[in-house]
């Protein structure tokens, strides 16, 4: 609560330092913005902007790290009563000695004897290390702060350049902003690298991408029961390029034709309705989906498949119908088609943005020359438009790759290479999940596996990244 009224008067602050530099900035002018180089704004601006984020750098700094720097000193000076303790109960000790010293509850274990008298101690020094912090923090906080207005105020006249400082504030913030987004996706990049480096050490490469037995289960013994220990990846990433593809064989016709409709054909009413009808869809949980194809679809396409069966036994394809009158619930056809459905919306919508973004002097030219509505459509608006159709296509196709809540309840957890759609199979992301889910020890290959999984999707989704970019290069200087 300290922190947030800290921040409040910093706030407030800084405004008075703003209306303060924009009051200076026109008395210097006589009253006449005419006569600033820069509007009165820049002014205000540029003393309040020197006056507030060195301060809140700060305080953010105190928030993220202080409480580490308070634990390093906490740990620094053992005290003898906790000589004999292992490393879990000195960090359970520590921890109830932080907890007692912000007031709240303790863990359940109970401390007897010189170990309670240490810890009644060590929440004294915890408590006098935070608030040693805290006011160090604020009242350096207000020497920078301080600072920064007797560094700025004088400075402000009429002929101050206040804008280009400004701006190069701005500049600046969104250069950091820029090296922050590299450093994120370099630092994940490096920590997948480093944890599937780890995992191919105990599995070569070529027994993980080539290999056809999926069963992660490292046993502790070696007469364990169900401990096969088979990392051959490649029918889970079977199964997840089998539902992206009956997703996408829904998803990318229905949302291209509709997004062609809207564009060209649709009226004012009809596209003031069908498109927030369609966006709807790109609302619904995944979860929401995930039951719907548990529920509903699932049994629908079973019945469907078993009466099929049901009516070929009779016939002369006896083999097919016993097949198909045996398919359960959950299959790849029923995540794929559900997911279809919800990757609609992301075609339908960026595809129509796209086609309504193409010229209309295209349209025009076409429509002199004597070509139809359709013809135009064909021929000129839809390869116009072709850039940014690939683009949605291939933002649904990721979004696709990256489902796992309709893959779990539709399509089972079972791996299988297989191309038929009437089989349960899973995907890379759902195994992700399972490795990673509940304790597990980091040093073992069955939860490095799941780095290494992320590494290789990581890799395919870069190459239909790099596939989709030599389309838009290649037909965008046709069209520019």
Request: hydrophobic share 50%; with cysteine.
């Amino acid at each position: 609560m300290l922190i947030w009224i800290v921040f409040f008067a910093l706030v407030a602050f800084s405004g008075l330092t703003y209306w303060l530099g924009r009051r200076k900035a026109l008395a210097s002018a006589g009253g006449a913005p005419a006569r600033l180089h820069s509007l009165p704004d820049y002014y205000g601006t540029y003393v309040a902007l020197w006056v507030a984020v060195p301060a809140a750098l700060l305080l953010f700094l105190s928030v993220s790290f202080g409480g580490r720097f308070e634990h390093a000193l906490l740990v620094a000076k053992a005290p003898v009563a906790i000589t004999g303790m292992s490393v879990e109960q000195k960090q359970l000790f520590y921890r109830d000695a932080e907890a007692m010293a912000e007031g709240k509850q303790a863990s359940e274990v109970i401390y007897e004897g010189p170990v309670k008298a240490a810890l009644t101690q060590k929440a004294l020094e915890a408590k006098s290390y935070r608030d040693k912090i805290r006011l160090g923090t604020f009242a350096l906080m207000g020497v920078l702060a301080l600072a920064g207005l007797l560094l700025t105020y004088p400075r402000i006249n009429a002929k101050f350049w206040a804008r280009n400082r400004v701006e190069s504030w701005i500049s600046n913030v969104l250069m950091i902003c820029s090296i922050v987004a590299v450093v994120t996706t370099l630092g994940i990049i490096l920590s997948l690298v480093w944890e599937s480096a780890r995992f191919f050490q105990s599995v070569s490469p070529a027994e993980f991408l080539l290999g056809t037995h999926w069963s992660p289960q490292i046993g502790m013994r070696d007469d364990q029961v169900g401990s096969s220990g088979g990392f051959g990846a490649l029918p889970l990433f079977a199964g997840t390029f089998l539902v992206m593809l009956i997703a996408m064989l829904v998803a990318g016709p229905v949302g291209l034709f509709s997004a062609i409709y809207l564009a060209e054909y649709a009226g004012p009413t009809a596209r003031a309705v069908c498109k927030p009808l369609l966006e709807v869809l790109a609302g619904v949980p995944t979860v929401v989906y995930g039951f719907f194809a548990a529920l509903t679809v699932g049994p629908l396409f079973r019945e469907g498949f078993n009466g099929l069966g049901l009516m070929l036994m009779d016939g002369q394809f006896h083999d097919l119908g016993l097949y198909l009158s045996q398919v359960q619930n959950q299959m790849a056809l029923v995540a794929g088609v559900v997911m279809g459905i919800m990757l609609i919306p992301f075609v339908s919508s960026l595809s129509d943005d796209i086609i309504n973004s193409v010229p209309q002097a295209l349209r025009d030219g076409s429509y002199a020359m004597g070509a139809t509505k359709s013809e135009t459509v064909k021929n000129v608006v839809l390869p116009a438009a072709l850039p940014g159709i690939a683009g949605a296509f291939l933002l649904a196709i990721s979004r696709a790759v990256g489902e796992t809540m309709i893959v779990t309840m539709a399509a089972g957890l079972q791996a299988k290479l297989t191309l038929n759609p009437l089989e349960t199979v899973t995907t890379v992301t759902v195994q992700i999940v399972t490795l990673l889910t509940g304790d597990q020890e980091f040093d073992s290959p069955k939860t490095l596996s799941a780095f290494a999984l992320g590494l290789t999707l990581f890799a395919v989704t870069l190459l239909l990244n790099i596939i989709a970019l030599r389309i838009v290069q290649k037909y965008r200087e046709q069209y520019d």
